[in-house]
């Protein structure tokens, strides 16, 4: 046992369950990610938000196949299938959970190249992977903020294990300990904004995220990029825009949240604001959810978005 009380020596698989969450999932896809995955972890719950297809009957039509599918009534959002996963994880008596997004491939050692990282570091939050998009020419740096900077964190090494401030849920490798302790995600931020939350949230705890260099995942972020002066602007669709510029201002008022972060992050907040009401078609909807998201988010409104967003 090493110094954070993790069992070393091992199969890196046991006591890890992953959490897949799905929401209209292209089946292909799933297919593949379930196939990368199952090898790897010691179950995987499925945890569906309402989807119009049946994956409890495709899932036991697999050779190999989830060990649980949890089908919620309606589109709960992903804080909310995320603790439903981490809750049949804690009843099964997991050691860590890993959260994965529908459309995302681990590699075939992502794993235990997380469960190694996670045992070394000085009290973990969460470790996570290096992703790749395709879409890219680079896979995205970790991200952490010193002073009024924004740093982007290369990988020096294959080996390196870089501090950030939050990670992507996506391949985010958690110890049940720390949920324990810090919480789970919040279910009324819906979706945007999850993961960062609940890793500064973790921060204040007294615990660190660590990204993991020799961990790969492919990820697509959003939806097809913007090309802008020969780079690729994730893009999402306006209902997303509202979700994060109402999430990041209901972030900044959270009193524990450090002052330098929100400074830095309203920086970018507003420059998304602008590229995206200038850039983003049709602009006028973007324009519309993100101000209403703004607004939503000053006026403390939380949950499922409810209304139009033409």
């Not at 049946?54 to 190999?64: G, I, P, S, V, Y």
């Not at 939350?197 to 660190?208: K, N, S, T, V």
């Not at 959810?289 to 978005?305: A, S």
Request: glycine share 8%; aromatic share 10%; charged share 20%.
């Amino acid at each position: 046992m090493n110094r954070n009380g993790f069992e070393i020596g091992i199969d890196p698989s046991h006591s890890v369950v992953a959490v897949v969450v799905t929401y209209q999932p292209v089946l292909d896809v799933l297919e593949h990610l379930l196939d990368a995955l199952i090898p790897q972890v010691d179950s995987v719950v499925v945890v569906d938000n309402g989807s119009h297809a049946d994956l409890k009957a495709w899932n036991n039509e697999r050779h190999t196949h989830a060990a649980e599918v949890l089908l919620l009534s309606e589109n709960r959002g992903i804080a909310a299938a995320h603790n439903a996963g981490i809750q049949w994880a804690r009843n099964r008596e997991a050691r860590f959970v890993l959260l994965m997004d529908q459309d995302s491939i681990p590699a075939p050692d992502m794993v235990e190249k997380l469960v190694s990282a996670i045992s070394e570091q000085p009290s973990p939050a969460a470790v996570g992977p290096r992703y790749l998009d395709e879409r890219q020419d680079n896979p995205p740096p970790f991200i952490r903020i010193r002073g009024v900077a924004l740093k982007r964190c290369a990988c020096d090494t294959e080996d390196s294990v870089v501090s950030v401030d939050y990670l992507i849920s996506s391949g985010c490798l958690i110890p049940m300990s720390v949920l324990d302790k810090v919480g789970g995600m919040r279910n009324d931020l819906f979706i945007d904004y999850v993961d960062i939350e609940w890793g500064l949230r973790a921060r204040h705890h007294g615990f660190q995220s660590y990204g993991v260099c020799a961990a790969h995942m492919q990820h697509s972020l959003g939806d097809h990029p913007i090309q802008f002066f020969g780079k690729n602007i994730p893009l999402h669709s306006p209902l997303r825009h509202y979700y994060h510029f109402r999430n990041a201002v209901l972030l900044y008022s959270e009193p524990w949240v450090p002052l330098n972060w929100k400074l830095v992050d309203g920086w970018r907040l507003c420059l998304k604001y602008g590229f995206y009401s200038l850039f983003a078609k049709p602009r006028i909807a973007h324009w519309r959810m993100m101000t209403l998201g703004v607004w939503h988010g000053l006026t403390g409104k939380t949950g499922k978005f409810e209304g139009s967003t033409s």
